[in-house]
């Protein structure tokens, strides 16, 4: 069973930067293709960003260069380094993971563990 814990997040102002980290137990890491996903009040879980076990990065438009994915294999963390923040980035970001990586990885549904979440509040 692979669990998935984030941290990092907190409370700061509009154009200061976080970074989030997501552990994982169980499984084979370097093997999972990764992804942040966010829930802000009153809204639907959207995608973030992910990273495939190969490579390759996709981020959501909204957060495309200011936010960046990365991992380490070794210590089986992914992080999420967020810079210029804005307002509208306040939500509960969640850590997510998956064997298998699908071209609609926007999908909560093709994602197998989640965190429980970190709460990102930016004021103006």
């Known amino acids: 069973q692979v669990q998935l814990v984030e941290s990092g997040g907190g409370l700061v102002q509009a154009g200061d930067s976080l970074r989030l980290s997501c552990v994982a137990s169980?499984?084979?890491?370097?093997?999972?293709?990764m992804a942040w996903f966010r829930q802000a009040p009153g809204k639907e879980r959207e995608f973030v960003a992910v990273?495939?076990?190969?490579?390759?990065?996709y981020y959501t438009d909204s957060v495309k260069g200011r936010f960046m994915i990365s991992r380490e294999n070794a210590r089986k963390t992914v992080y999420l380094q967020m810079n210029s923040l804005k307002p509208e980035d306040t939500a509960v970001y969640y850590c997510a993971g998956s064997p298998d990586f699908y071209s609609d990885y926007r999908l909560l549904s093709r994602y197998d563990y989640w965190g429980r979440g970190t709460q990102v509040t930016v004021s103006s």
């Open positions: 990273l495939t076990w190969s490579g390759p990065r």
């Open positions: 169980g499984g084979t890491f370097s093997t999972y293709n």
